[in-house]
Nanobody, 130 residues
Framework: VQLQASGGGLAQSGGSLRLSCVGY????????IGWFRQAPGKDREGVSC????????HYADSVKGRFTISRDIAKNTVYLQMNSLKPDDTAIYSC????????????????????????WGQGTLVTVSS
């Protein structure tokens, strides 16, 4: 299981970026996917997660209404569209995958920021200037 995250860069406050998480050697749709970020001097935090089944994706309160997570099955990719960026969004963003093993999507969503993931992609740096 190999993941590659990309799409980071420099954006101005209020701007947008789209991050991509591509799976290699496996079907990403067999896995639940989470996006996490770590800002300098801070702990890693969950940003958003999407199950491989039904249900509404989950977002951290700090990004709700600004970020959107989605899948493109044909491209074996999960995206994180980030709009209305703020300087506080500056961080290294990483994606992670865990094989679907929960009884329902809602169970996954209830713990998606705290479970142990099977694989992690390398991070991509997002810098938002004020």
């Amino acid at each position: 299981v190999q993941l590659q995250a990309s799409g980071g860069g420099l954006a101005q406050s209020g701007g947008s970026l789209r991050l991509s998480c591509v799976g290699y050697g496996f079907a990403l749709n067999d896995y639940h996917i989470g996006w996490f970020r770590q800002a300098p001097g801070k702990d890693r935090e969950g940003v958003s997660c999407i199950s491989n089944g039904r249900g509404t994706p989950h977002y951290a309160d700090s990004v709700k209404g600004r970020f959107t997570i989605s899948r493109d099955i044909a491209k074996n990719t999960v995206y994180l569209q980030m709009n209305s960026l703020k300087p506080d969004d500056t961080a290294i963003y990483s994606c992670a995958a865990v094989r679907s093993r929960y009884s329902s999507s809602s169970v996954y969503y209830s713990r998606c920021f705290s479970i142990r993931y099977d694989a992690w992609g390398q991070g991509t740096l997002v810098t938002v200037s004020s």
